[in-house]
Nanobody, 122 residues
Framework: VQLQAFGGGLVQAGGSLRLSCAASGRTFSDYAMGWFRQAPGKQREFVVSISWGGGSTYYADSVKGRFTISRDNTKNTVYLQINSLKPEDTAVYYC????????????????WGKGTLVTVSS
């Protein structure tokens, strides 16, 4: 699976962004999908995951209530709606595909692609 995230940018604190991740190659709906992020000087961290059918999601505590993941298997795309952005959300955001949500939650992944930079100004 080839993955490409886009939709990042510079936004003021309190603002919103919608990230998208387009997948190609293998059957998109076979995979759980997730978003990770890596802030400058920090390790990559898990943000959120969604099951192959979209019926189950799991969020990191730091983003609960502000981030919403969704997917459209007809478009081979996963989305991340980010609201109430904070400066600490500044990071490169990556999407990833895994065999299960559990794998993604534990930090593993089968495929990941180029990220998109989100910068939040205070």
């Amino acid at each position: 699976v080839q993955l490409q995230a886009f939709g990042g940018g510079l936004v003021q604190a309190g603002g919103s962004l919608r990230l998208s991740c387009a997948a190609s190659g293998r059957t998109f709906s076979d995979y759980a999908m997730g978003w990770f992020r890596q802030a400058p000087g920090k390790q990559r961290e898990f943000v959120v995951s969604i099951s192959w059918g979209g019926g189950s999601t799991y969020y990191a505590d730091s983003v609960k209530g502000r981030f919403t993941i969704s997917r459209d298997n007809t478009k081979n795309t996963v989305y991340l709606q980010i609201n109430s952005l904070k400066p600490e959300d500044t990071a490169v955001y990556y999407c990833a595909a895994g065999s299960s949500q559990g794998q993604l939650i534990r930090g593993g992944m089968d495929y990941w692609g180029k990220g998109t930079l989100v910068t939040v100004s205070s």
